[in-house]
């Protein structure tokens, strides 16, 4: 491995959206990043090509986060290109674009939000339990619409509150192994995950919403990531940081 990478982080879900913004984002800050993908490939292999050509190291790796074999199969590459981990961004989700209230929410919507959502994020937890270096550091990822209650969200709001619980849980389970565990909540985004599915006046009212009267950016949250595994971020732990704009 270059020497110069001293640290590792995997990136789940990172070919597109807040995902390649935090690879882009970790990789900039000298850290070498594990470009996970589920089917995205070539979008996977551009954000590659365009880390390897700012300066720096980033690698392609398919596998499906519900799949705890190749969660397995993942952690196993990342060791392999580049020695040791020592960060898990767990950013790969899904949201429906189609919100139905509970009583009309189908069992595979609920079966395929609660696989990727939260079982990814225990798969990827469970490895990240005994594989990363000592002093490592884990995001997860949840929502700022647990807090907003929005009709229509019962279920994926429910996933990340899971995800939220499993953060603040794990983070005392890995004492003495000075691993921190947080989550960032992320408000109304600009990606294609929040736009797919809107009207141009429900994303200009969402974007209302927030006292600061915009959108987020991807680049919004890969700093909120870059700092929580950074020097900076080494006292918090267990928490959730709502990068929301202050939307709640």
Not at 209 to 216: C, F, H, T
């Amino acid at each position: 491995m270059n020497p110069a990478y001293t640290k590792v982080a995997i990136v789940t879900g990172a070919s597109r959206g807040i995902g390649a913004a935090i690879a882009r984002r970790l990789a900039a800050d000298g850290i070498a990043v594990v470009v996970n993908y589920a089917n995205s490939s070539a979008e996977a292999g551009e954000l590659v090509a365009a880390i390897a050509a700012a300066g720096g190291k980033a690698l392609a790796v398919k596998a499906d986060v519900a799949d705890p074999q190749a969660v397995a199969a993942l952690f196993d590459a990342a060791e392999q290109a580049f020695g040791h981990i020592d960060i898990l961004i767990n950013n790969a989700g899904i949201m429906p674009s189609k919100l139905p209230p509970l009583a009309e929410t189908s069992d595979r919507e609920f079966d395929e939000l609660f696989a990727i959502n939260v079982k990814g994020t225990f798969n990827t937890l469970r490895q990240a339990a005994t594989r990363l270096q000592a002093g490592g550091r884990i995001v997860n990822f949840s929502t700022s619409v647990i807090g907003l209650a929005l009709p229509g969200y019962t279920i994926y709001a429910a996933t990340k509150a899971a995800v939220e619980t499993m953060t603040n849980i794990f983070a005392k389970e890995l004492r003495g192994r000075q691993i921190t565990v947080n989550a960032i909540a992320p408000g109304p985004t600009a990606t294609d995950l929040f736009l797919n599915g809107k009207s141009e006046e429900l994303v200009e009212r969402m974007s209302k919403m927030a006292p600061l009267e915009r959108l987020g950016t991807p680049d919004d949250i890969a700093a909120a990531v870059a700092m929580l595994v950074g020097a900076d971020g080494g006292w918090i732990n267990g928490q959730t940081l709502r990068a929301n704009g202050g939307l709640v």
